[in-house]
């Protein structure tokens, strides 16, 4: 969940550029014939919590392709980025490996990425069976190079055992910003004796202020990537919502919310609400011990309904020494089989069509289903080429204006001109 800075982002485009200079991305015609596919490939990813559903998924790959190994290679996401820009600079690359929406063009614009036109070509992967804004994502310079592995959208945790406790009524699914500032309120002044707050937040876009932005009217950046969005009124408001909630002490001041992080004010009750990804905090809420105290709620309105999806990809190496073997896993990822496996771990929502029951089913108490309704009103993650170089620095500016040190407006001119910067020079 932590955003990663993964050094000076420009000096990571230019070590892709250079690697990029002496290959290709076209990725050749792969087969999937199982009789015409063997040798050892190694899949990369990030998330541990992901393991035992990557296993098991391998497993089911084996029964299909018996003479291919694939090697799981588990890489924290603190490092994850930076080992791949490492490899990536030296032509090492994973076969098949995670990407996300921030950094899948710097990846395709460089080659280092094979496309899976033949892979959609011979039926093997079926792009009409995910989220179609989503698998678009994916598609660079009129080449498809993955679909969507997974979706995260965002709801609002509650406990409601604290909200019991503090006398203050469930919210309504149509509640609203106002609505919720007012709830944590509520439930600060019933229950701030004992050291509980009525919401807790992660300090950075995803799960917070991307989706407030949104609900306003606002944007990040414009549809074609070439300017910022933050001009826009809507943005300004978007960005106000969170000081206000740490202005009138109804959530962490923004020092304890970096030591200790919204989700385990959570799981502590020390916080009756707090707003996140699927991905990231299903499994940790399905398994606390105050599980049976949780649901998920849709996130609070503003102008309009909105949330951020944001989909993880596997892709292919355009550098793989074994594609038939890279992308006859890559195929084996993307299909029903693959996802419902994936799904029915319940560590996050599967992309493929009619896969989300599973991940619904696997925590049957929470209300997953929020999480899966939220696809509907999702505004695509915000990125450019070289996301990183402007998104880096959110969370700074983001805290200082939580923390009041900065003003919303003031806030919002500072990123939009580290963003147009940025841009600039894509």
């Not at 229950?191 to 989706?211: C, E, I, R, S």
């Not at 998920?296 to 309904?305: H, I, S, W």
Request: with cysteine.
């Amino acid at each position: 969940m932590k955003k990663v800075i993964a050094g000076a982002a420009m000096a990571a485009a230019v070590a892709l550029a250079l690697a990029g200079c002496s290959t290709s991305s076209s990725g050749g015609t792969a087969s999937t014939d199982p009789k015409d596919v063997s040798g050892e490939i190694t899949y990369a990813f990030w998330d541990p919590n992901q393991q035992p559903a990557v296993e098991s998924i391998i497993e089911a790959f084996n029964e299909e392709y018996p003479d291919v190994t694939v090697t799981p290679v588990v890489t924290p996401f603190a490092q994850y980025w930076t080992t791949l820009q490492t490899q990536a600079s030296s032509n090492t690359l994973p076969d098949v490996f995670w990407m996300n929406m921030p950094y899948f063009k710097l990846y395709a614009s460089n080659g280092q990425l094979a496309p899976i036109d033949d892979l959609v070509e011979s039926g093997a992967i079926d792009p009409s069976k995910y989220p179609e804004n989503l698998t678009d994502f994916y598609s660079y310079d009129g080449q498809q190079y993955a679909v969507p592995k997974d979706v995260d959208t965002n709801a609002m945790w509650i406990n409601k055992a604290l909200f019991e406790q503090a006398g203050v009524p469930l919210p309504s699914e149509d509640w609203t910003y106002d609505d919720y500032r007012a709830t944590a309120k509520a439930i600060t002044t019933a229950l701030g004796g004992q050291g509980v707050y009525g919401t807790a937040f992660y300090l950075f876009g995803q799960p917070t202020f991307y989706n407030s932005v949104f609900a306003d009217g606002g944007s990040i950046i414009n549809e074609d990537g070439t300017a910022s969005g933050w001009t826009d009124p809507g943005s300004v408001e978007g960005l106000q919502i969170w000081a206000d909630l740490v202005a009138d002490g109804s959530s962490p001041t923004v020092e304890q919310l970096s030591e200790t992080l919204a989700d385990q004010w959570f799981v502590n009750g020390k916080a009756a609400m707090f707003p996140s990804i699927a991905g990231a905090s299903v499994a940790l809420i399905g398994s606390s011990p105050n599980a049976a105290d949780y649901t998920a709620f849709p996130l609070p309105q503003g102008t309009q309904k909105a949330t951020v999806g944001h989909a993880l990809s596997n892709v292919v190496s355009a550098q793989s020494k074994n594609m038939n073997a890279a992308k006859a896993f890559q195929a084996f990822l993307a299909s029903q089989q693959a996802q419902e496996i994936q799904s029915e771990s319940g560590v996050t929502l599967s992309a493929y069509e009619g896969t989300s029951d599973a991940f619904v089913a696997s925590y049957p108490n929470l209300g997953l289903q929020t999480f899966v309704d939220a696809i509907d009103y999702a505004f695509p993650y915000p990125a450019s080429t070289n996301t990183d170089a402007w998104s880096a620095g959110e969370p700074a500016i983001f805290a200082q204006v939580v923390s009041g040190a900065i003003t919303a407006q003031d806030g919002a001119d500072q990123l939009a001109a580290a963003m147009d910067a940025a841009l600039a020079k894509e």
